[in-house]
């Protein structure tokens, strides 16, 4: 193509079809397309920036409750006061009584020196049969073979309501009050046998005396086999034995247990011990464990026979494998082989074995013969955990549970980093794939606590029972191993609905303010959850934190809620966290802590006055565009078109607009389209220009008709130079190879 624009021939009349294509477009305003691509982009980055500060949300806060000063509750290391309260009942027979015999006196053996045991029979009457404080192995010996004397099972009726008025009478005898842990164990089938009242009478006035006069101590009940303990008692069709120790004896402070054989008493003395005073509780069939330094007492009761007297193991079939040194053996233990270690095999159906001081690391047990239920053990540290299960939770509440290692040699809590986790599954199981829980530092130094209400809502948990157990280990100390007793969690169904703002009530435009609530409402299953109406407080973290606001219960007495104006907030995300502090209806005192509930506050504000920012950026530049066209005498663009031929591309050409000048003649294609005997023309642009919009005049100086195709369809045009405006996607048809077409471009 030369530089006036003409064409060159570059056809052949053997050549069935050429194509020629035109692109075309207009710079705007002496402005490059670049610069005007960056412009715009610059105004939609500022519309984009609007929004994303008045609705995109911001970081997630941390939890706040892990920043609030903790009220873990701490027990001082004191001796403990049991209390046994045995059913003397002839109810059992023969190797049975041996057997619950000596779980009453293994219970001395596994009490620390100042732990004191007070042992209460009852039948017709109630008798305390001993009251001792275990201050040394001799007063220990003593002890046991009293307490043996003692049960004789000789009576031939069951009153437990003597039982608990002898122990309100004898309190202050066998509790010191001040300067020990109260703790009473009842063992009993449940059943109320009065001799001189009725059942309705006996039942009242044993009601009365477990609320008042033994309030603040802890009933661990254990309820005896699976007939008696079952049938209702007499004149109380609704109240069975097992449904009195469970719901009434028991109490929140202690725990039911049932043991539906006698080989479960000695298990359930053990975690008993592990409840009361902290000791940790080897698991049964254990082989290997480990021990580390603040260990001070290694006990373990080995179990011989069986109640129906079959043998399982003998004193010579176990040994102990410490660390370092020879194993630890019966014979060992004969020789004095070992300093302090003490075999007692003088019991019918058992061994004890006691280990002061065990030097840490990994200890094995070797049996000889299969019999893993046959071992149980425990050990005593000066280092131990502490834990705080939250009262029964709904899966909508944080359910959070704290934890700590508390050192008894300093009386403080352990500020050295450790690593709590805790599972929880259906009551009474673990199943192998069940997953742990990993707790948090909280601000208070060397507390950690875990959300457990938000973790089983994870777990598509259900409401119902479930057991949970707390595990600890440092990683500097490998030896270090601590695990709680199993611990029970109960879940009820969402008593409370966290009430937050809908996205329309927390957004405000210019000039005008919403307000917007916070608060919850007492569902159906809550209302009789609570004594009256408990407290209501708010906490809000976000851009703006807001902490202890007390909500207004409505008049309904359904709903707290708490008043927020959106000019108090600025916008961005939020999360608020309800705190309700009442006393529930089936016990004490109790806070609940509401899952973190998230909401927005989106400001239009910063989005209108960017909108209306661009909106006059806009019509300030379409004016300058106009007043431009109208003083200057046109604008100042350029035409690009590319020639093809047999499909691919021979010539280019731009043509630019003189500047001043409306238009100008463009000639092309004369040569070209004289060997063309059917020839297209297609035309595609695109302005960026509103207002001012350039045009592409074709004509064509035929005495023959061509045909035009646009939108509408094919219509046929006549020649002679008529003038035609091609649009975008328009296609002209040539029929004569003798056809002339001019363009002219309007700017």
Not at 303 to 316: A, M, P
Not at 425 to 454: H, I
Request: hydrophobic share 40%.
């Amino acid at each position: 193509m030369d530089s006036s624009g003409g064409m060159g021939k570059t056809g052949s009349p053997d050549q069935p079809r050429s194509w020629v294509h035109l692109e075309s477009w207009v710079y705007m305003m002496r402005m490059s397309a670049k610069k005007g691509l960056l412009l715009f982009s610059f105004l939609v980055c500022l519309v984009a920036r609007g929004f994303s500060q008045s609705s995109m949300p911001a970081n997630a806060p941390s939890p706040g409750w892990l920043n609030s000063p903790c009220r873990f509750e701490i027990r001082p290391s004191l001796p403990t006061d049991f209390v046994v309260i045995l059913d003397n009942s002839g109810s059992i027979k023969g190797d049975q009584q041996v057997w619950l015999r000596e779980c009453v006196q293994l219970l001395v053996e596994l009490l620390d020196p100042e732990d004191r045991i007070s042992l209460i029979l009852f039948g017709r009457q109630a008798v305390l049969a001993a009251n001792e404080t275990v201050s040394g192995e001799e007063s220990r010996k003593d002890l046991k073979q009293r307490i043996g004397e003692k049960i004789d099972f000789r009576e031939a009726k069951s009153d437990l309501t003597v039982a608990f008025d002898l122990l309100a009478q004898r309190r202050d005898e066998v509790f010191r009050r001040g300067r020990s842990l109260p703790c009473v164990v009842l063992v009993t089938d449940g059943f109320l046998e009065p001799e001189s009242e009725s059942v309705a009478n006996s039942y009242k006035r044993l009601l009365e005396r477990r609320e008042k006069d033994l309030a603040g101590v802890p009933v661990y009940a254990i309820g005896l086999g699976t007939s008696a303990i079952l049938q209702p008692l007499a004149g109380q069709a609704d109240l069975t034995g097992l449904s009195l120790l469970r719901d009434k004896m028991a109490g929140p402070l202690g725990k039911f247990f049932h043991a539906k054989t006698l080989e479960q008493i000695l298990p359930t003395l053990l975690e008993i011990l592990t409840l009361s005073k902290g000791e940790i509780q080897l698991t049964e069939g254990l082989a290997a464990f480990q021990l580390d330094e603040s260990c001070e007492d290694l006990l373990f009761v080995l179990c011989r026979k069986t109640i129906d007297g079959k043998s399982e193991l003998t004193s010579r079939d176990i040994s102990f494998l410490p660390p370092s040194g020879p194993a630890i053996t019966l014979q060992s233990a004969s020789a004095g082989i070992q300093p302090g270690v003490r075999w007692d095999y003088g019991y019918r159906f058992f061994d004890v074995i006691r280990i002061p001081k065990p030097d840490p690391g990994k200890w094995q047990v070797k049996l000889e013969k299969e019999a893993p239920s046959a071992l149980l053990g425990k050990y005593r540290s000066h280092t131990r955990i502490l834990h705080q299960i939250p009262l029964p939770f709904a899966l909508n509440e944080l359910g959070v549970v704290w934890t700590a290692a508390y050192d008894d040699r300093t009386s403080a809590v352990v500020s050295a980093p450790v690593r709590f986790q805790i599972k929880c599954d259906r009551a009474g199981e673990f199943a192998l794939s069940v997953r742990y829980l990993d707790f948090q530092a909280s601000r208070s130094k060397g507390y950690y606590g875990a959300e457990l209400g938000v973790w089983l809502n994870a777990q598509n948990m259900k409401p119902g029972e479930y057991t949970a157990q707390i595990i600890a280990q440092k990683d500097d100390d490998p030896n270090f191993a601590r695990t709680s007793p199993l611990l029970p969690v109960r879940v009820v169904e969402k008593r409370l609905e966290w009430l937050a703002p809908k996205p329309a009530e927390s957004r405000f435009v210019p000039f005008f303010q919403t307000a917007f609530s916070l608060g919850c409402r007492l569902l159906p299953s809550g209302k009789g959850a609570f004594v009256g109406q408990p407290e209501v407080h708010v906490d809000l973290s976000g851009p703006k934190s807001l902490a202890d606001m007390q909500a207004q219960w409505t008049l309904d007495g359904e709903t707290a809620l708490v008043r927020l104006e959106t000019k108090t907030l600025p916008p961005g995300s939020y999360e608020a966290v309800y705190r309700v502090r009442g006393r529930l209806s089936g016990g004490g005192p109790a806070l609940v802590v509401s899952v973190p509930v998230a909401f927005q506050v989106t400001s239009l504000e910063r989005l209108f006055w960017t909108v209306a920012a661009v909106a006059l950026a806009i019509a300030a530049l379409l004016l300058l565009q106009v007043v431009w066209y109208i003083a200057f005498g046109g604008i100042r663009g350029s035409l690009n078109y590319t020639v093809f031929v047999d499909g691919k591309p021979k010539h280019n050409n731009i043509f630019v607009l003189a500047r001043g000048k409306r238009s100008q003649r463009i000639p092309w294609g004369a040569e070209f389209l004289a060997n063309v005997n059917t020839g297209w023309v297609e035309f595609r642009s695109s302005f960026p220009l509103v207002f001012v919009k350039p045009k592409v005049i074709m004509s064509v100086s035929s005495d023959m008709n061509f045909e035009f195709a646009d939108a509408s369809g094919v219509r046929t045009v006549p020649g002679g130079g008529q003038p035609l405006r091609l649009s975008r996607g328009q296609k002209l048809v040539l029929k004569s190879g003798n056809a002339r077409v001019e363009m002219e471009y309007f700017g």
